[in-house]
Structure formats: structure tokens, C-alpha cells
């Protein structure tokens, strides 16, 4: 095939699974990751299994990084035909200790709440996932220009579809991803470069582990109240995710495909609670 995907995020479990399963069906892989061993033990299991990929350590928020790394893969692999916006994330930093307002709430330091949530936190979720989806999507969608089949993948969330509590900056963030995703599936369009996004539900990763597990391994009370939502009543796996990643990517399954946001969520965003 001989057709290039770039993927942000890599080392992480839902960007690695993606990488994997591309790499079988016959893309070249370019990995970027700011965690280099994490995005190198992954290239090196694609190597291993017969394919092709190669790992870069790169911060999606260093346009000038970026710019770097896109001319080494230029020379390792060739120019990107399809580019995969994983990287992504909350952070502690902005995700207040009570679900609600509690009173009390605006006057007390000890604590993290909606009066005191860290203005450098949010800025740091919010261009995370916003701005780390627009500086690649600028440096690789070049690439793209004058190509046939290309397309941009992005990764939004259900917080974008249900805002989740405790969470604001990323709810935020997720929701500005699925607009810009309509924003750039709209901009290229006439170009044929396709821009879809997935909104994955619940999936166990290393990033949400110790919020949804206690030291045990039992489930938190945050837990029980996701799965008493989920109407699957589990969470989902991330090899779950491949048929819409491999239908979205393939310019011959989704050729008349843009501008969409896929829930893979177990029903959570059709449940009303009732």
C-alpha cells in the first residue's frame, strides 16, 4: 500500500491499538508521542510482526517540533496520507473535588473548586486537546494537498455530546475538537482530504486508571455511576474502536464520509437515565 498514517498519542492504549491494526492492514506507520520508550516499544512490535513504523518523540503544542519531525518522516516514510489527532487529555489540575457546587464551595482554598480551578490547568487541558489537533493537522495536512484518499481523523469524546462533572476544561476542549472537525471537514472538502472524528465512551486507560480503580483494583464510585449509565453496563474494550477507525480511514468505504462525529460508546449518549 505504501500509504502513510501519522498518529499523535501513540504510546497510549487506544493509539497504539489503532497503530497496530493499520500497520496490518498495510500502512506505513509514523508514531509521535512526547513518551519516547512508550511510542518505541510500540514500532517495535509493529517491526516485529512484519510491519512498517517508525517512532518520534514529539510535543503536538511545539509547532516547530513538529516541523522537525515532519521532515524526518518525509525522508523515513514519505509524506502523510492520513493523519490520526490522538494526543489528548485531562489533568488534576483542572478537575474540581465536588461533582456540584457545595456551599462553602467559593470561599474555600483548601480544596479545588469552580472558584479556584487553576487558570494555567485549563489552559494546558484545553490547548492539549484543541490546539494539539490544529498545529499537526497544519503541518501534515500539507502533505495531503494534490493527493487522492486522504483524510483526518480526530479524537473527541462523550464529554463533547454530555458534559461530564468535575471535568470542565476537557468537556470544553472535546466539544471545540467535533466543531473543528465540521470546521475542517467543510475547508477541505473541495480539496477531497476527508475529516472525521470517533467519540470513544469509557475505555479503561492509563491516563483515567487510578480515577476509575481504587488501589485494589475495585471499582470507584465514579465507576459505578458510568457503568449504571452505560446501557452495555461495561466498559469498552479498544480493539472495539477498529471498525470505525479502519471504516473512516478507508477512502473507499467512506469516500462520501466527512464531517462526522462517531459515538462507539455502548449506548451511553442515547441513555437517559430513565
Known sequence: MNHTVVITGAGGVLCSTFSKALAAAGYQIALLDLNEAAVQAVADEITAAGGIAKAYKCSVLDKAELESVHDLILRDLGKC?????????????????????????????????FFNLDKSGFNFVFDLNLMGSLLPTQVFAKDM???????????SSMNAFRPLTKIPAYSAAKAAVSNFTQWLAVHFAAEGIRVNAIAPGFFVTNQNRALLFDENGNPTP??????????MGRFGEAEELLGTLLWLTDSKASGFVTGIVVPVDGGFSAYSGV
Open 222 to 231: 465514579r465507576t459505578n455511576k458510568i457503568l449504571r449509565a452505560t446501557p
Open 145 to 155: 494537498i494534490g493527493q487522492e484518499g486522504c483524510s483526518i481523523l480526530n479524537i
Open 81 to 113: 496520507h492520513i493523519l490520526i489527532n490522538g494526543a489528548g487529555g485531562n489533568s488534576p489540575k483542572c478537575t474540581t473535588a465536588h461533582e456540584t457546587f457545595q456551599e462553602g464551595d467559593d470561599v474555600n482554598n483548601d480544596i479545588a473548586t
